[in-house]
């Protein structure tokens, strides 16, 4: 035992060389950039590239510009030898592989950070794709992020806003999400659910699992043998219109948001097959998610963007995040308006939906409202759909398509009865509330006569505002002071005082240097306050 901890300590202490080394090699005390992360993640192997391809779907914990940097990591890694993942077959299904499979291509069709993927036929004939961890890889990077948080003090750095990032937290929360996607039953069952949901839709289709054959570190799937959604000259070849496949693939998504509240993460173009005239949603490990209360609020967003309505908008966004101190509300109002006015100027058939769902978020954010992890997932999913929609069917705009599916799930679940019913109730209560008016006017009077009426107030920037005064205060202190001096200088020079500097008297010559020295620092002030 005291040779295995031995041991452990031994390899954390080389992997940790490791690690300072890839940190002193890119300079990190310098500060870290947005190219720069990405390449020390690189540089770091496969776990933190791992880490990285997540964090760059994670807005709400990293800025823009190191999300869109962190995009760009490889996803494909060195293959593990075959015996290896044949190995790891046998180990977890407790028996020969040739028992379950009549053959496994040695040649996989992926190798990423975490797993391989390899075709296989199974002993009934069915074409699947299995898909198997890499050995220890759970340890090795628990072990990894043990180590980054042992060296997080020198992964502290400044963002463009001039705000620190705890590292520490976002370490934790990008473990938390590697764990998730480590366990394949999880995958498995986001299979299931995706299935179920698209039961009915013809031209929709995803991976079956084949339960008895998956465990949490492989799991065997349908293969879907098809042509990359962005291969645009394969599929025109083959008859497809991609106008269509753009406008179905978009009607698909936006079914996925606002109907199952349960939706493909990360839509990039490697993710999405058309195989058989079906559009095939493939790696179902990150999914987002989104209860009734978040779709609702986000058709009331969408909704008020439509009416052009930034007062019920500013009320959603409000409703979505968590206010961590004082709002300005006018502040915000106005950020809003000048969010969406440059957008609309564009007209709804060339709006980017998902640009304004991320400004929007960041504008949020500055203004210290915390957003919720699986709305930032969404704004995030939302671009990375639009690119894939611009690469392929660029005539397909996904805002026009939202919209238009939003307004027939409303028309699906209108009911005139229900309707008439609650404008019934609220004509009663706004009549029942008129009623009440002329009591209530004769009770404000009364209190008003008595000497009891309150007014209460609540100001916005009262710091700000007083900040401003008393440098108004200063600047009006000052100006008094220098004319002063200087005019009671001048009255002193009708003085019979000796000795006599310059030709005035002492006195008078002390005072005017005063009062030069106080108009200059005046000046000072001036010209760099408006700098």
């Known amino acids: 035992m005291t040779t295995n901890n031995k041991q452990q300590n031994d390899a954390s202490g080389i992997r940790l060389k490791?690690?300072?080394?890839?940190?002193?090699?890119?300079?990190?005390?310098?500060?870290?950039?947005?190219?720069?992360?990405?390449?020390?993640?690189?540089?770091?192997?496969?776990?933190?590239?791992?880490?990285?391809?997540?964090?760059?779907?994670?807005?709400?914990?990293?800025?823009?510009?190191?999300?869109?940097?962190?995009?760009?990591?490889?996803?494909?890694?060195?293959?593990?030898?075959?015996?290896?993942i044949q190995s790891e077959i046998e180990k977890e299904l407790g028996k020969p592989a040739d028992v379950f499979f009549k053959e496994i291509s040695p040649e996989p069709l992926g190798s990423a950070s975490i797993a391989q993927v390899h075709p296989a036929v199974l002993s009934n004939?069915?074409?699947?794709?299995?898909?198997?961890?890499?050995?220890?890889?759970?340890?090795?990077?628990?072990?990894?992020?043990?180590?980054?948080?042992?060296?997080?003090?020198?992964?502290?750095?400044?963002?463009?806003?001039?705000?620190?990032?705890?590292?520490?937290?976002?370490?934790?929360e990008l473990w938390k999400t590697s764990q998730e996607e480590m366990d394949f039953l999880k995958e498995a069952a986001n299979c299931d659910t995706f299935w179920e949901n698209h039961r009915e839709i013809k031209y929709v289709t995803c991976p079956k699992v084949y339960h008895e054959l998956t465990t949490s570190h492989i799991m065997v799937m349908s293969y879907i043998e098809g042509i990359q959604i962005d291969h645009i000259g394969e599929l025109e070849e083959q008859g497809y219109d991609m106008t269509e496949i753009g406008r179905k693939a978009a009607e698909n998504y936006c079914k996925q948001i606002l109907e199952d509240g349960f939706f493909h993460a990360d839509p990039h173009p490697g993710?999405?097959?058309?195989?058989?005239?079906?559009?095939?949603?493939?790696?179902?490990?990150?999914?987002?998610?989104?209860?009734?209360?978040?779709?609702?609020?986000?058709?009331?967003?969408?909704?008020?963007?439509?009416?052009?309505?930034?007062?019920?908008?500013?009320?959603?966004?409000?409703?979505?995040?968590?206010?961590?101190?004082r709002i300005n509300h006018a502040r915000l109002y106005t950020d809003i308006d000048d969010i969406v006015s440059k957008f609309l100027t564009t007209g709804f058939g060339n709006m980017d939906v998902g640009d304004l769902i991320e400004k929007l978020l960041d504008m949020i954010k500055s203004h210290n409202i915390a957003i919720p992890p699986d709305i930032t997932l969404l704004g995030r999913s939302m671009v990375t759909m639009e690119g894939m929609l611009s690469a392929c069917s660029p005539e397909v705009n996904m805002f026009q398509i939202l919209s238009g599916h939003m307004t027939s799930i409303l028309l699906d679940d209108f009911d005139l009865r229900h309707e008439l019913k609650h404008n019934v109730r609220l004509a009663y209560s706004s009549l029942a509330k008129s009623l009440e008016i002329p009591a209530q006017l004769s009770d404000l009077l009364s209190i008003t006569?008595?000497?009891?009426?309150?007014?209460?107030?609540?100001?916005?920037?009262?710091?700000?505002?007083?900040?401003?005064?008393?440098?108004?205060?200063?600047?009006?202190?000052?100006?008094?002071?220098?004319?002063?001096?200087?005019?009671?200088?001048?009255?002193?020079?009708?003085?019979?005082?000796?000795?006599?500097?310059?030709?005035?008297?002492?006195?008078?010559?002390?005072?005017?240097?005063?009062?030069?020295?106080?108009?200059?620092?005046?000046?000072?002030?001036?010209?760099?306050?408006?700098?």
């Open 125 to 172: 004939g069915d074409q699947v794709v299995i898909k198997v961890q890499r050995p220890q890889i759970h340890e090795i990077m628990e072990e990894d992020i043990k180590l980054m948080r042992r060296a997080v003090s020198l992964l502290k750095f400044t963002m463009g806003t001039g705000e620190l990032i705890d590292f520490r937290t976002v370490i934790d």
């Open 449 to 531: 006569k008595n000497g009891q009426t309150k007014l209460n107030l609540e100001l916005t920037n009262v710091e700000e505002a007083g900040g401003m005064f008393q440098n108004s205060v200063h600047f009006l202190s000052l100006s008094i002071l220098t004319a002063s001096l200087f005019i009671g200088s001048s009255l002193l020079c009708l003085a019979p005082v000796k000795p006599l500097l310059l030709g005035i008297p002492w006195p008078a010559f002390v005072g005017f240097c005063i009062a030069g020295v106080l108009f200059i620092c005046l000046l000072l002030r001036i010209f760099f306050r408006r700098k």
């Open 271 to 325: 993710n999405i097959r058309i195989s058989g005239g079906q559009i095939a949603w493939l790696d179902l490990g990150m999914m987002g998610t989104l209860s009734s209360r978040y779709r609702a609020l986000f058709k009331r967003a969408v909704s008020a963007v439509l009416k052009n309505d930034i007062y019920d908008l500013k009320n959603v966004l409000l409703a979505l995040g968590d206010a961590k101190g």
């Open 18 to 84: 490791e690690i300072l080394g890839v940190l002193k090699k890119h300079h990190i005390t310098s500060g870290i950039q947005p190219e720069k992360l990405r390449q020390i993640l690189e540089d770091l192997g496969p776990t933190y590239v791992k880490l990285g391809q997540i964090m760059s779907m994670r807005s709400d914990m990293l800025p823009e510009s190191y999300c869109k940097e962190l995009e760009r990591l490889r996803t494909d890694v060195k293959p593990l030898p075959f015996d290896v």
